[in-house]
């Protein structure tokens, strides 16, 4: 079993900076790949970055530039920096973990996130 719980969601102005946080805790070595998804009201969730054990990283168009997914092992956290908020990144933030061995994706409560015009 894992358990992931996001942090460093809050209110924040267009042009300006967050950092959100998850912490995971139970199985974490049998997590291969950790990632970032969001979802705004009427639409779908939809992947924002991700990063595996080796370090590869990948990012939505959307956030490329200005978002950067990474990982504290030490932690067992891993993080998701926002720079240059805009308001249609307004949204939930969930954090993923995936646990390839039992195919199996596991997802923190998620955190909100609102960018005011």
């Known amino acids: 079993q894992v358990q992931l719980v996001e942090s460093g969601g809050g209110l924040v102005q267009a042009g300006g900076s967050l950092r959100l946080s998850c912490a995971a805790s139970g199985s974490i070595f049998s997590i291969n790949a950790m990632g970032w998804y969001r979802q705004a009201p009427g639409k779908q969730r939809e992947l924002v970055a991700t990063i595996t054990n080796n370090g590869n990283t990948n990012y939505a168009d959307s956030v490329k530039g200005r978002f950067t997914i990474s990982r504290d092992n030490a932690k067992n956290t891993v993080y998701l920096q926002m720079n240059s908020l805009k308001p249609e990144d307004t949204a939930v933030y969930y954090c993923?973990?995936?646990?390839?061995?039992?195919?199996?994706?596991?997802w923190g409560q998620g955190t909100q996130v609102t960018v005011s015009s």
């Open positions: 993923n973990a995936l646990v390839a061995a039992i195919i199996k994706n596991y």
